[in-house]
């Protein structure tokens, strides 16, 4: 009697090759607004202040005597900055690494006490704490001001009249309006800087072309790095800032009268990985101390838009 065997074999997917490349942690907008400001460490208080001092110089004519007293023209006055402590927390638990393709790097026993590419999570993590510090800057934290609830015309700052949003039909002429407002007393410094969105920037950019202050072969000329362009005629540097993504509002003036501050230098990239053996986890932990203040915001201009 013949006998035959009936074996039914599902369809095969199509093969995903999940081994060989490695690990690449995703696209993070980094910009480095801290690297133009006024960098203090050390501080370890809630809150400091910014001494500034104004003196007059009272001229008249030659006499005897007729000496002003010193509270006639000096002036003494303080900047409050509130410095914040931040911190990132994740538990990452390997175990759930092993319906995944990653469990190939891991021990076959049960104690892992590691993450498969650690190294690249690491890059990861610190490209978004760099963001989130950036995000620090602009807009703050809780109740805490940014540069944008600082630098505004409530505060002092100038707004040039026919302030708009930007577009590449009037953005030379928008810039250059906010380069016009900044106080003379601090025009000619050599730190005066244009801050504003990405999408803005790129906007600056396309503008600077069209009106053929720039041409496209001897743009890269006027550019340093990625995200600051010098803007013709003046010795002001636009800077794209991630804080700003979405968002209309621009503002120019010296950065080093923009002072931030934090606890230690190296807290504003360093965290950690530990293994919790009472969580049987790996832990990852950031933690830092950061914090913006304007010394005298009336020297700024502003669009104050939203």
């Known amino acids: 009697m013949a006998t035959g065997f009936n074996i039914q074999i599902p369809p095969l997917t199509a093969y995903t090759d999940e081994l060989s490349m490695s690990l690449i942690s995703k696209s ?16 370890t208080s809630g809150t400091f202040t910014i001494n500034l001092v104004d003196a007059d110089l009272p001229v008249s004519a030659l006499s005897c005597g007729g000496y002003p007293g010193a509270e006639e023209t000096v002036t003494y006055s303080q900047v409050p900055v509130t410095i914040d402590s931040l911190q990132s927390k994740t538990t990452l ?5 092993r319906t995944i393709y990653q469990s190939y790097y891991m021990s076959a026993g049960t104690g892992n006490d590691f993450i498969p590419f650690e190294e690249v999570l ?25 540069l944008k609830g600082q630098i505004t015309a409530a505060n002092g700052a100038t707004v040039p009249a026919g302030a708009a949003a930007w577009t590449v039909s009037n953005v030379v002429e928008q810039v250059l309006d906010l380069y016009d407002s900044i106080d003379e007393s601090v025009i000619n410094r050599d730190d005066i800087i244009l801050v504003c969105s990405p999408a803005n920037y790129r906007t600056l950019v396309r503008g ?99």
């Open 208 to 306: 600077l072309v069209a009106a053929g202050l720039n041409t496209v072969s001897n743009l890269s000329a006027s550019v340093s790095g990625n995200e600051v362009i010098e803007i013709p005629g003046t010795n002001m540097k636009a800077v794209m800032s991630s804080g700003l993504v979405g968002s209309n509002y621009a503002f120019a003036g010296p950065s080093k009268m923009i002072i931030a501050a934090t606890g230690l230098m190296d807290e504003l990239d360093s965290f950690r990985f530990q293994y919790s053996v009472s969580q049987d986890a790996v832990l990852f932990k950031a933690a830092w101390r950061i914090g913006v203040g304007v010394s005298e915001v009336n020297v700024f201009a502003t669009n104050d838009l939203a």
């Open 122 to 146: 690491s890059e990861s993590y610190s490209k978004k704490l760099t963001k989130a510090t950036e995000d620090y800057l602009i807009n703050g934290f809780g109740a805490t001001l940014g």
């Open 93 to 97: 638990c390997p175990e759930d690494l």
């Open 28 to 43: 993070v907008l980094d910009t480095n607004l801290l690297q133009y400001t006024e960098l203090r460490t050390g501080m």
